[in-house]
């Protein structure tokens, strides 16, 4: 077995032992890097020097037998999460040459288990996207199909963990940028509940909305992930200080499913564009449950159809005015020619932001341009309540929800390029988890003619312990765990 | 159409973008689309209903004023297209 291929836990098991060392295993991930990322386009940023210098730190601390969890563990940052003095572009061309002056909080814990990171991460332009299309640097593609999108906007997150260029990763999820790729590179993603891990130092799309989240090859090392980033944060004032169970030992210990009521929306059978494949795999997901004790309940989340609607008012809004940083004054680049400080702005941002992020960025503007606040902004806020009521009233009667994370597999690069509308409503399952705060997990379910399907669980308000419970005792049962494709 | 072409260059201005007039011509048609399908929201009664703007119960996140770490004057400035004596330097405003 090669190296790269182990799963964090394995990995951590062999070098607590120190039968290999951080250094050998970064060797052997960033050589793989070297072997496959032409071909996958999953880095933006390879840090070598970095990596091997953090390896052999983290070999150090080993030697003196202080071995934590991520210890020497190679990891992949998707490039929106700033990473002291280490290149962090969004995906944009305007933060081309942005190296952060500072680390974001989950890279500060990180470092403190003195993990390794081996690079920076492609993804939609601002995490704007479905596909990692956006991004303006280069298409990531598929490890299972490499004619076939990633997923997006955290594509090169999930990409690089299903390719064994690093044996983890961070992605960031704003209306399911973590768990929609998850699922379609056959990988383990997390979003955690909103306010559980600290957004201080990620790159702001719509902030009411934005959560960093861990996506691994099983569920055991997303918990392992999950474990050293979260908690409450005074540099982020919607940080929420609300006691984080240690997740790694509660799927140690765990409970099982018995007993547990798992909530199916009525809704969701019948969305149209759901790929029948998709329907039968979560469907067989959710019988496998039952046959391991779980019981299942029809629930209704009547509101879901609005989400669509709602998001692509809220998002946009709050990316409008997110946006408006970027002005060519404090970082970034800025344009080489201008009359005066308003041509500056305009030529600085027409040239640096690309063809999603200004279309975004319009209708968010438009949205909250006066008079047609209350018809749009006002409206999908209120909306969004009835969203947050439609969960409240579900989890009253169920302790986790199943659905289909995507509702087809992975489609073809180009596919949907001039059809923004289309790739909005591929979100459809995803996105109410952004809008309720709750948190969700997408789990390898099955394929359709060699391509990954997902199976996604929602759960409680800070209730991840139960969603990571679930997934781990589904995946115990069944035989999707990541198997990297050859590549070479 | 939705939204005109006027109404998306008037926007893009607010937003300090320029754009093409091919540009113009295929946004509003394609943030048409997207307006036209956000109408669906109208379908739903939210008379009385509160606005919700944030995914938990936080109210207001209150701290002291103190003085914490911070990274100096030469790091903040490190990004800066164009920097001199300490400061961010900008195009002429005033004449």
Known sequence: MNLYELSIEEANKLLTKKEISSKELTQSVLDRI??????????????????????DDADKKIQNGDTKALTGIPLGIKDLICTDGLLTTCGSKILSNFEPPYDATVIEKLKSENAVFTGKLNMDEFAMGSTTENSSFKNTCNPFDLSRIPGGSSGG??????????????????????????????????????GRVSRYGLVAFASSLDQIGPLAKNVTDCAIIMDAISGYDRRDSTSVDEKVPDFYEAIKRNGGVKGLKIGIPKEYNSTEGLDPKVSESVNNAIAELEKLGAQTIEISLPNTEYAVAA????????????LARYDGVRYGVRTEKSENLIDMYHKTRTEGFGDEVKRRIIIGTYALSSGYYDAYYKKASQIRTLIMDDFKKAFEVCDVIASPV?????????????????????????????LAGVPGISVPCGFSDGLPIGLQLMGKHFDEETLLRVAYNYEQATDYMLKIPELV | ??????????????????????????????????????????????EGINPTSHANFLSNAFRKDEVKENFGVEKALSNAPLKENGHFVVPKIVG
């Open chain 1, 34 to 55: 070297d072997a496959v990322d032409e071909k996958v386009g999953a880095y933006i940023t390879v840090d070598h020097a970095g990596a091997l210098k953090a390896a």
């Open chain 1, 157 to 194: 997150s999930a990409a690089s963990v299903a390719a064994g260029i690093c044996l983890g990763s961070l992605g960031s999820d704003t209306g399911g940028s973590i768990r929609q790729p998850a699922s379609h590179c056959g990988v383990v993603g997390m979003k955690p509940t909103y």
């Open chain 1, 311 to 322: 998001y692509y008012v809220l998002a946009p809004s709050e990316a409008s005015s997110n």
């Open chain 1, 406 to 434: 995507a509702p087809t597999p992975a489609t073809l690069i180009g596919e949907n390029a001039d059809d923004p509308l289309a790739m909005y409503l591929s979100d459809v399952f995803t996105l109410s988890a952004n």
């Open chain 2, 1 to 46: 159409m939705k939204i005109t072409k006027d109404e998306v260059l008037y926007v893009a201005k607010l937003a300090r973008l320029n754009l093409s007039d091919d540009e113009v011509e295929k946004f509003a048609g394609q943030i048409g689309d997207v307006l036209s399908y956000i109408e669906t929201l109208n379908k739903v009664d939210t």
